[in-house]
C-alpha cells in the first residue's frame, strides 16, 4: 500500500457535494475507483468534476467543502 | 500540417489580438484578454504579432503534432512538457513531428498563449480568427476546443531559432498584491454617494469564480450607496439601473451596487446597468491574468494618468520587440 495526493486541476471553490442537499460524493475511509468523481471545482460559472484518477481508499479530505483552492493543491488523500 | 486535440483543457479557445470595429452592432472585440503576451508569443516563434494561438485557462490541453513546429508559450506560468519532458515558458522550442504538448498544474496566472510556427490557420471572420464563443463566430467552428478537433496550421517563412526568451521584465504581468486595476471614474459617477466613491477606490476586492472572458466580477468591497432619484424613462427600478446605454471595453458596471464587473474582450455591448468607471487600456492585460480569490484594488486616475499609461504600454511591448531582433 502506498498513499497518494489527489490534487486539483483548477483553481476555484472545492465542493465536496453534488448540490448542497445531497450527500458527500465520498468520506474517508470510502473505496474508490479511478473513474469515480470526489468533488467539483466551481470556476468560470462552470462545475468541473474532480476524478480520483487511482483506484484506492480515501485516508482524508485535505480540503474543506467550498474551499477555495488553486490549481495543483492536494484535495485528498488515498491509499493505493 | 495539423494539431491533433487530444485533450481540450477547461476552455481552450483560438485567438488573436481581435475584431474591433463590430462593437456598435452588438459582436464584442474577443481576442486575447493578455494582448501583450499573446504578441509575445507570436514574436518568440517568427509569427506576425497579431496570428492566432490557442488561449488556455488554468487549465492546458494535450495536443499532438502532425508536422515539425516551433512553439511558444507566453502569459500565466502553466509549465509546458514536451513528451513529458518539462520546457521553459516565455522561450521558443522545437516540436517534432509525432510530438505531445502537455501542461503542469497552472503555477501563476490564469491564461497562457500557446503559439506554433505558421499560425492557427482557422478562417478570418469578419477581418479576424478569434473565437466568439457566445455568439458562435470565428476561431474553430466558433467554440472552445474539444478532443478530437484538427487544427489547421499555416505554413511558416520565418526560421528562428529554439531558446529565444524573453526577460521577466519585458513579460507585462500583474506585479504586487493586491494588483492595482487603473480606472476612471465614468458619465454615471454622480448616481453614487461621495462616501460610496471613496470606497470603491479605498476596498480591496476579490475576483470571483464568474470571472470569465465576458467580464471579471470582484466581490468584498462595501456595497455602493445610491443617491436617490426619480428613475428616468426607461430605466428600471433598481437604483443602478439606467437608461439604456453602450458599454464600453473595461467598463466596470455594478448591478445593485454590490459587485462589481469590469467588461473583457466577448462582452456585451449595451445595457441598463451603470457604469462606475473604465478599467484603462494599459490594464486591461492584467485582469486576463487575475485568479479566482486574488485580490485587486481599483486605483483613480484622469483621462492624461491613462494615455500616458497606454503609451508606456506600447513602449514595453517595442522593447519586447527589439529584444528579440
Known sequence: MATQQIFSPLPGIFYRKPAPDKPVYK??????????????????KSFNEVKAGAA??????????EEAVMAGQPIAEIDV | MAIKVLKPGLATTVQDLGRPGYYH????????????????????VGNEEGAAV???????PELEFTDDAMVAVTGAELPPKLDGTPRETWTSFQVKRGQKLS???????????IAVSGGIDVPLVLGSRSTYALGALGGFKGRKLEAGDELPV?????SVSEGRTIAKELRGLPAGMPTELRAMPGLYWHRITEQAGNGFFSDTWKVAPEADRIGYRFRGGKPLEFVPREPPFGAGSDPSNITDACYPYGSIQVPGGTEPIVLHRDAVSGGGYFMVGTVIAAD?????????????????????????????????????RSSLV
Not at chain 2, 452592432?25 to 518568440?44: E, K, Q, V, W
Open chain 1, 56 to 65: 484506492g481508499k480515501i485516508l482524508r479530505f485535505l480540503a474543506e467543502n
Open chain 2, 154 to 158: 499555416g505554413t511558416s517563412s520565418a
Open chain 2, 54 to 60: 490557442l488561449e488556455a485557462v488554468f487549465m492546458g
Open chain 1, 27 to 44: 468520506a474517508d475511509g470510502d473505496v474508490i475507483t479511478e473513474d469515480d468523481t470526489i468533488g467539483l471545482i466551481e470556476v468560470m
Open chain 2, 103 to 113: 501542461f503542469d498544474f497552472l503555477k501563476q496566472g490564469a491564461r497562457a498563449y
Open chain 2, 25 to 44: 452592432i452588438g459582436i464584442p472585440l474577443s481576442g486575447g484578454m493578455d494582448r501583450h503576451a499573446l504578441a509575445a508569443a507570436n514574436l518568440l
Open chain 2, 284 to 320: 486591461m492585460d492584467l485582469i486576463g491574468q487575475l485568479q479566482p480569490n486574488m485580490p485587486v484594488r481599483f486605483v483613480k486616475v484622469g483621462m492624461d494618468e491613462a494615455l500616458a499609461a497606454r503609451h508606456d504600454r506600447a513602449g514595453l511591448l517595442a522593447k519586447l
